[in-house]
């Protein structure tokens, strides 16, 4: 079996080539989607949903620090029950790799996986200032990594985009890096790139008992309070909503407050919801909001991240988009 980890900070594109995968090679292989998300309500998962896969989620944490016992369950029982052909894992945006490479390479699953791809996605237009903020981070996640995907080069000019290509090959200079765009790739370049041997030795199979990294430094236990809080200090507030009916622009407005300081730090946020008689699926990710169409889903809901957020201040403001509100 093969295991590709694609993993990347908050909004910087990895649902979006997950999507595209499963496009090019869903009806061709048997591909189990195992989705992580911070906090209790899961907006991803919705989002893959009938795309010749099998989708499963694991949200209310991270799969490398609260719910490692609960992730190597999962793929256990993955592997004996749907035997699939490759597994696609999406960890939350604020995932430490090294822990999630760590609980994959246990001896428990040396018989099963024949390769592993940490695939990369980075945000072209929020690469530096991440860096800047969590220099260990974007290191470990860049050290980590086979193939990087330089995403969102549309919204940067190309002088820029070939100066963060070379700025993470000095990082990896083993890793191949792609610039593209809505996670769109040359399909024939990136087989190329995987069936690439890296340089570095084989991995070697860990007994089941440890899950520690000489490269990662020992994060802080997570706090777990009302919502979800991560080691880098992220909390998640997570709504859900049956049989409501929602004013577009009223969201698409909310949506532009919620970078205003009386919402809190909000770096990522991300909706379904029904409008009218559409659904759509209306996002916040480095700055920018988009909003698109989506497949009818079973309730309207969204999830939240960032630091010190408002749950009453947040709860109310989705209340009053309700179509017919005030």
């Not at 093969?2 to 009806?27: M, N």
């Not at 409501?244 to 919402?263: C, D, I, R, V």
Request: hydrophobic share 40%; proline share 4%; aromatic share 6%.
């Amino acid at each position: 079996m093969i295991v590709d980890v694609i993993y990347g900070f908050l909004g910087s594109g990895k649902t979006t080539f997950i999507s595209r995968i499963l496009k090019e090679w869903g009806g061709k292989e048997k591909i189990v989607v195992l989705v992580n998300e911070f906090g209790d309500v899961g907006i991803d998962g919705t989002l893959l949903q009938g795309q010749n896969s099998k989708i499963i989620e694991m949200p209310s944490g991270c799969i490398c620090c609260t719910l490692q016992s609960d992730f190597k369950t999962q793929m256990l029982d993955i592997l004996q029950t749907i035997h699939p052909e490759r597994l696609i894992i999406e960890p939350t945006g604020v995932a430490t790799i090294g822990q999630i490479r760590a609980i994959i390479e246990l001896q428990i699953f040396e018989d099963v996986i024949d390769t592993i791809n940490n695939i990369l996605i980075a945000d072209a237009t929020g690469f530096m200032a991440l860096y800047k903020a969590n220099r260990y981070f974007v290191e470990s996640q860049v050290l980590n990594a086979r193939l990087i995907l330089l995403n969102k080069c549309d919204k940067v000019d190309q002088k820029r985009a070939v100066l963060l290509r070379d700025a993470i090959s000095a990082i990896n200079p083993d890793a191949t890096v792609l610039l593209t765009e809505y996670g769109g790739v040359d399909w024939a370049q990136y087989q190329l790139a995987m069936a690439t041997p890296p340089s570095s030795p084989p991995r070697q199979f860990l007994p089941a008992g440890h899950l520690h990294l000489e490269e990662e430094q020992p994060a802080e236990k997570p706090i777990r309070l009302q919502n979800e809080q991560d080691a880098l200090g992220y909390e998640s507030i997570g709504l859900t909503f049956d049989n409501l009916h929602f004013s577009q622009p009223m969201l698409e407005n909310l949506f532009s407050q919620l970078q205003s300081s009386a919402m809190g730090t909000v770096v990522r946020a991300k909706g379904i919801f029904r409008v009218g008689r559409k659904w759509i699926l209306l996002e916040l990710a480095s700055g920018e909001i988009s909003t698109q169409p989506v497949r009818e889903a079973e309730q309207s809901k969204v999830s939240i991240i960032g630091k010190g957020l408002n749950r009453k201040a947040i709860g109310a403001a989705f209340e009053r988009c309700v179509s017919g509100g005030s």
